[in-house]
Every structure is written in structure tokens, then in C-alpha cells.
């Protein structure tokens, strides 16, 4: 089983950016899905952005303007460009991905919006 693992997160100011990665131990074959979501403390995991196959976007309203999904390769699938950060941004963020046959997840990365 592929596993996924996020990195790009940390401790940023207040309008600055971070740019996280979702990168994949192995091939993802066939992926026709995948999103970021967050978590932040004492609160739901939400969703933030998607992006398919297609090249489609969704963007949460929250970050609309801001963040930018983008795809890469089989072994690096995602990417998550944050500009403008806020307070409330700060959560941990996780990849998530999907193929015909399975749903993958990341352990997540921190991020930290303080000045």
C-alpha cells in the first residue's frame, strides 16, 4: 500500500506563504481525485481544496483567492500553495487521494500561523 506523506508545513507569519507537498512512496495509479483538508484544534476536519483529473478545481470559501491546488507527478501528486495566511489557517493540513480501487491518506504537517 502506497502511503502518502505531507511536508511544507511550519511556523509563519501573518501574511506570509507556505507551499505543502503530498508525495507518495510509491506510484498512485489512475488517480482521478484528490484534495487538501485541515483540522484545527477542538474542530472538524474540513475540506480546502480539490482538484481531478480533469484539471477542475474547488476551492472552500474560506481560502478562495488565496490557496492554490496543483497536480505533479505519480510520485509527488499534490501540491498546496498558501499565500496571505491568516490565524485561522493554522491546523493541520492533509492530503488525501483517490484511485479506482483505493483512498489514500497522509499523517498530516503542521501549520503554524503566529507573528
Known amino acids: 500500500q502506497v502511503q502518502l506523506v505531507e511536508s511544507g508545513g511550519g511556523l509563519v507569519q501573518p501574511g506570509g506563504s507556505l507551499r505543502l507537498s503530498c508525495a507518495g512512496s510509491g506510484t498512485i495509479f489512475n488517480i482521478y481525485y484528490m484534495a487538501w483538508y485541515r483540522q484545527a484544534p477542538g474542530k472538524q476536519r474540513e475540506l480546502v481544496a480539490t482538484?481531478?483529473?480533469?484539471?477542475?478545481?474547488y476551492y472552500a470559501e474560506p481560502v478562495k483567492g488565496r490557496f492554490i491546488i496543483s497536480r505533479g507527478n505519480a510520485n509527488i501528486p499534490m501540491y498546496l500553495q498558501m499565500n496571505s495566511l491568516k490565524s485561522e489557517d493554522a491546523a493541520v493540513y492533509y492530503c488525501n487521494v483517490k484511485s479506482p480501487t483505493s483512498t489514500y491518506w497522509g499523517q498530516g504537517t503542521q501549520v503554524t500561523v503566529a507573528s
Open positions: 482538484i481531478n483529473s480533469g484539471d477542475s478545481t
